[in-house]
T-cell receptor
Framework: EAAVTQSPRSKVAVTGGKVTLSCHQT?????MYWYRQDTGHGLRLIHYSYVADSTEKGDIPDGYKASRPSQENFSLILELASLSQTAVYFC????????????FGPGTRLTVL | GDSVTQTEGLVTLTEGLPVMLNCTYQ??????LFWYVQHLNEAPKLLLKSFTDNKRPEHQGFHATLHKSSSSFHLQKSSAQLSDSALYYC????????????FGAGTKLTIKP
């Protein structure tokens, strides 16, 4: 069974503070993704990566950075957290090929006050 | 760019009645289509995906047919169960050599006794 874990599972941050969300996968997948989920907007892609030490911008990258130090780990960094970044964040991994299923982590609920 | 439209944000049905969730898409290339399901407080997971031939994918009583002429991939089930209550996402991969998936806004399905 594919396994993607995220930490922390929930976090309260202050406006202007730095937030780091971590993701770890044991699927031996090349691709990893960060999404945010908001009611009415569905899942929107922030950043993704297909190899260690390289990241790509997704559809809504502004205000976010990503880091992929190894195949297994993928972090999302909010340098200056803002109220509008309150959301649930999901990490996912997949193998190669357009048919590849994405396996999601349990999500991190981030509240910025 | 690619886009996925799910016209119903909320669908409420009585148990035993048929289910149909709408999904239409726009894509420059010939895409692959997916349905993901997310139960309350869980991560999204793959429900079914389109085939390259004319086979109709089915899973857990759900099925969907890719109609390229109308750019649609509606999700159907003949008889709804209480356990089908969940958030359903239609998504596409553009078949252009990258692994990005574009998700629709989602349809929240509630089944009542």
């Amino acid at each position: 069974e594919a396994a993607v874990t995220q930490s922390p599972r929930s976090k309260v941050a202050v406006t202007g503070g730095k937030v780091t969300l971590s993701c770890h996968q044991t699927n031996n997948h090349d691709y990893m993704y960060w999404y945010r989920q908001d009611t009415g907007h569905g899942l929107r892609l922030i950043h993704y990566s297909y190899v260690a030490d390289s990241t790509e911008k997704g559809d809504i990258p502004d205000g976010y950075k990503a880091s992929r130090p190894s195949q297994e780990n993928f972090s999302l960094i909010l340098e200056l957290a803002s109220l509008s970044q309150t959301a649930v964040y999901f990490c996912a991994s997949s193998g190669t090929g357009n048919y590849a299923e994405q396996f999601f982590g349990p999500g991190t609920r981030l509240t910025v006050l | 760019g690619d886009s996925v439209t799910q016209t119903e944000g909320l669908v409420t049905l009585t148990e035993g009645l048929p289910v149909m969730l709408n999904c239409t898409y726009q894509s420059t290339y010939s895409p692959f289509l997916f349905w993901y399901v997310q139960h309350l407080n869980e991560a999204p997971k793959l429900l079914l995906k389109s085939f390259t031939d004319n086979k109709r994918p089915e899973h857990q009583g759900f099925h969907a047919t890719l109609h390229k002429s109308s750019s649609s991939f509606h999700l159907q089930k003949s008889s709804a169960q209480l356990s089908d209550s969940a958030l359903y996402y239609c998504a596409l991969s553009d078949n252009y050599g990258n692994e990005k998936i574009t998700f629709g806004a989602g349809t929240k399905l509630t089944i009542k006794p």
